[in-house]
């Protein structure tokens, strides 16, 4: 899915990726599902239910997507889905017997809390609510502004389908705006976006100037990057990860990164082509 000679765009979110092979997390697991989810809905696969179905495991970073696939009106693929979902919860209740929910509950309240206590290194996180928290927001103000900001990300592809996007472009737009919709979300997450550049790369670089790519770069790797930068900054030189809120060592900048290559990716797709010819994917045909 994500084979760099193949594919290009990967190196767009190579600090994720480097970071996923340092801390071992399961990046490129879920990755791998949305991937397969995309290439699905792209090419119309009869088996695209099966990865939305095992992305349960993480089922904020296939809202987006799910979202496409509600408005395709994909309802075998999601039917699939939902069956995978309940056979994994009643085989997980068989092994670890009923009190795995009430303590399922418990730790999902106590990561809230976490969250609010600035108990979390919110320098990883890649969502809104992290980056305004972390430059002195009180929890309340930051959440009111998350939550704006996954309503607008989730009307944009809405609005997105209904104007008849083209589906590269589509696909890769569900994919960006997932990664704004929960709070609680981390840089290991976005190897996920190697997929969605790769879906509009070919059409970048048909009308991409040289300073156009530098800049989606530079902005693509503040966005997967900048928790990385300040991981090392904070072990090698503060010796430590625990930092209060404001900070220079505990501020988050991913979700400014990423929606500043999202920006600038979409002025680069609505500028006439420079140089050779790039297939343009027809809409999604409306049910």
Known sequence: ?????????????????L???????????????IGLILLGLSQGRKSTGIPLG???????????????????RRW???????????TLCIVSTMILGWQVWPAFFDGVAAAGGFLQQGLFPLYRMSSVYAGVRSFGLSPSAAMTIHVMGA????????????????????LALACFSTLFISPYNYDYDLVCLAVAVMLIMP???????????????????????????????????????????????NWSFQAMGLLAALAHACRILSQPQTMGSARRSEPFPKP
């Open 19 to 33: 970071l996923v092979v340092r801390l071992g997390q399961n990046g490129m697991l879920t990755g791998a599902l």
């Open 203 to 249: 059409e970048l670089l048909t009308r991409a100037r040289a300073i156009d790519l530098v800049l989606f770069y530079i902005f693509a790797w503040i966005g997967t990057g900048a928790g990385l930068a300040q991981h090392f900054n904070a072990v090698l030189i503060a010796g430590t990860v625990e930092h209060a809120h404001g900070s220079p060592l």
């Open 151 to 170: 309503i607008i990300a989730l009307l944009t592809i809405v609005i997105a389908w209904v104007r008849g996007m083209a589906r590269n472009r589509l």
């Open 1 to 17: 899915i994500i084979h760099a000679e193949r594919k290009p765009g990967i190196d767009a979110v190579f600090p994720a990726l």
């Open 76 to 86: 075998v693929d999601i039917g699939i889905a939902f069956v995978i979902a309940l």
């Open 54 to 72: 095992f992305m349960m495991i993480k089922p904020h970073l296939a809202i987006g997507i799910g979202l496409v696939a509600l408005l395709q």
